[in-house]
């Protein structure tokens, strides 16, 4: 008795996701893409053209500052929260079932708090009145209370607490896979315990980590209400200057030109994440 035939997926199905992809992203993207080579008319409008000015622009030191205050607070960012988050994440592996689900559940609620609510509450907490200068003052540590907020530092420490849940939950499955046997033969070999965690444990790791890196950068480089929050002025990143340029100074066909200058290098560091899952699994 022959095997009955296998059932095929209908081709139709393909469609959908397709249509999804052209209605939500490359229609939108076409738009951006048509304004942004737009002529600029006075007044904050464009009319069809075919200009290269805005682009040219990235050329400019005005652009240039913006794009290396963007491409600095995210790579740092993304350093410090894989940092912090790599042996984090391997203490967490070692806990108990019931400790690890309870953690992880905690990292999925502090995700679900939006960007608004997280900017908001720093300012505070960072703030002179009702801040952490207070219990310093209170400690001694300090002469007196004093605000760390609008600053360099308040907006890393932001940009930080949005990126660290993701590098955790991204180095959570491999280090979870990962033998603990691999570091007891490095200990009992004579090696100490921080040689064979930087030996053989972050070896074995580093496209994991390499792909968190990623992850944090391209989430925090489109960052845009905490740098307006906690920053200053000098402080703020593509996507703010994005909104200045559409909103305030009235140039549709920069801003435009920016966005797309700021999804094309999202785009790109998600295809290097991707080409390094494909050559770790090779």
Not at 158 to 165: A, E, F, I, T, V
Not at 191 to 203: G, L, N
Not at 265 to 270: Q, T, W
């Amino acid at each position: 008795m022959s095997a009955p035939p296998e059932k095929t997926t209908p081709g139709w199905l393909a469609a959908l996701p397709a249509a999804w992809l052209a209605v939500f992203f490359l229609i939108p993207f076409a738009i951006m893409l048509s304004v942004s080579v737009a002529h600029r008319v006075p007044g904050g409008f464009f009319e069809p053209g075919f200009e290269m000015g805005s682009y040219l622009r990235f050329v400019s030191v005005f652009f240039g500052q913006i794009l290396l205050t963007s491409i600095l607070f995210s790579a740092a960012a993304a350093v410090i929260c894989v940092t912090l988050a790599f042996p984090f994440t391997v203490i967490l592996t070692r806990l108990s079932g019931r400790a690890q689900t309870v953690v992880l559940v905690v990292l999925l609620a502090v995700l679900s708090l939006s960007e608004v609510i997280i900017g908001f509450a720093l300012s505070t907490l960072l703030s002179q009145t009702a801040g952490v200068g207070n219990l310093l003052a209170w400690l001694g540590l300090i002469e007196q209370s004093r605000a760390f907020t609008p600053s360099f530092f308040a907006l890393l420490v932001g940009m930080c607490y949005l990126g660290l849940p993701y590098a955790v939950l991204v180095l959570y499955p491999p280090v979870s896979r990962l033998d603990p046997e691999l570091g007891e033969a490095a200990r009992m070999m004579g090696a100490a315990p921080f040689t064979a965690f930087r030996t053989v444990t972050v070896p074995l790791l580093r496209t994991p980590i390499f792909g968190a890196l990623i992850l944090v950068f391209v989430f925090t480089l489109g960052v845009y209400l905490l740098p307006q929050v906690l920053g200053r002025p000098q402080h703020w990143t593509l996507s703010v200057h994005i909104t200045d340029q559409a909103i305030f100074q009235s140039n549709l066909p920069f801003a435009a030109a920016m966005a797309v200058l700021l999804l094309l290098v999202s785009l790109a560091m998600v295809g290097l994440t991707l080409l390094l899952g494909r050559g770790a699994r090779a």
